[in-house]
């Protein structure tokens, strides 16, 4: 069990790490709800077809059927708001920047757990680690070399769309009880770009997007969409919501990484900072401090 936690953590981590590359370069031609329209569509498409080839027409539609409202529900708290609010938010913001704000999704999903589950409560060592979270969101927005109103509304964009992401993980843990998880992805996806498309009609290209555009928008829909919620969604049956966010410790380095290297985006210290308070908020607020010394209890002799 601890092996296929690290490879689906491992392999989420690069994945999405490298999707926000992706979306920077799709976003110069493609605005972003018509870019996150085709993601989607293209996704939930491509995840259908798995389904019938893996279990025939007529239990793929059935079991699509079944997933109904819940994949509904999950397509737009998973998918089409946070994907929209991410790609807006990259307009503005660099990619590294991106995934560092976006990094506070085990922030959220520790404020949200104890409200959508009366058993959880919010312990005090949880509420000071969300509170050094969002001190490192305020680092990471404030202490650059260069602020302006549009670097800030990015910025927060992305940091909502990490709200809904935490919703989307907690939602998609409950519904996994009565579906499969390539099932509940297909519908999610579907889900979202019907809810989409009237936007993503408005926001049409005005002009032929280049190929590294194209490309991008491919490998995001590919790799980042249909590769990655296939993985998610096996992450989370086998080891729930709040492990499997804690991807956000991976996560951020990575698309740091792609960024300086392949787009020459700046490593300020104002984003290391940043991150440094996050995740330590995250280890706090997600309980991973508590859990690792309950471990070292156990184990001393």
């Known amino acids: 069990m601890t092996r296929s936690y690290a490879f689906l953590i491992g392999s989420l981590a690069a ?51 079944a997933a109904g409202w819940a994949g509904f529900a999950i397509g737009i708290v998973n998918g089409a708001i946070p994907f929209t609010l991410i790609a807006w938010g990259e307009q503005h913001i660099d990619s ?9 999704v085990p922030i959220f999903n520790a404020l949200l757990v104890p ?10 060592r ?20 260069a602020v302006g109103w549009w670097f800030v509304a990015g910025t927060m964009a992305v940091v909502v769309a990490s709200l809904s992401y935490a919703f989307g993980g ?3 843990q409950h519904s996994l009880g009565s579906a499969r998880g390539p099932t509940l992805a297909a519908a999610s996806m579907l889900g979202g770009a019907v809810v989409l ?13 280049g190929w590294k555009s194209v490309a991008s928008l491919a490998a995001l829909t590919l790799a980042g969409t249909v590769l990655a919620q296939l993985i998610l969604f096996r992450a989370i049956r086998l080891h729930g919501s709040a492990r499997t966010s804690l991807v956000t410790y991976l996560m951020p380095p990575a698309a740091l990484v792609y960024g300086a290297v392949l787009l ?25 401090v508590g859990l690792a010394r309950r ?3 156990v184990q001393e002799p």
């Not at 498309?197 to 997007?209: E, K």
């Open 295 to 297: 471990r070292a209890a």
């Open 126 to 145: 949880r509420l000071v680690g969300v509170l050094i979270g969002f001190a490192g969101v305020t680092v990471l927005t404030l202490g650059q070399p």
């Open 170 to 172: 907690i939602l998609a």
């Open 197 to 209: 498309l009237p936007l993503a009609l408005l926001d049409l290209p005005d002009h032929a997007p």
């Open 15 to 65: 994945i999405w790490g490298a999707s926000y590359l992706f979306i920077k370069v799709a976003v110069r031609d493609f605005p972003p709800a018509a870019m996150i329209e085709i993601r989607l569509a293209g996704a939930g498409i491509l995840l259908a077809g798995f389904l019938v080839l893996t279990l025939g027409r007529r239990a793929a539609f059935s079991e699509l059927k």
């Open 96 to 104: 590294g920047i991106a995934a560092v704000a976006n990094s506070t």
């Open 264 to 288: 020459g985006e700046p490593v300020t210290v104002a984003s290391l900072g940043g991150l440094a308070l996050i995740l330590a908020g995250v280890a706090l607020g997600s309980g991973v």
């Open 115 to 124: 409200w959508l589950l009366p058993t959880e409560r919010l312990s005090r």
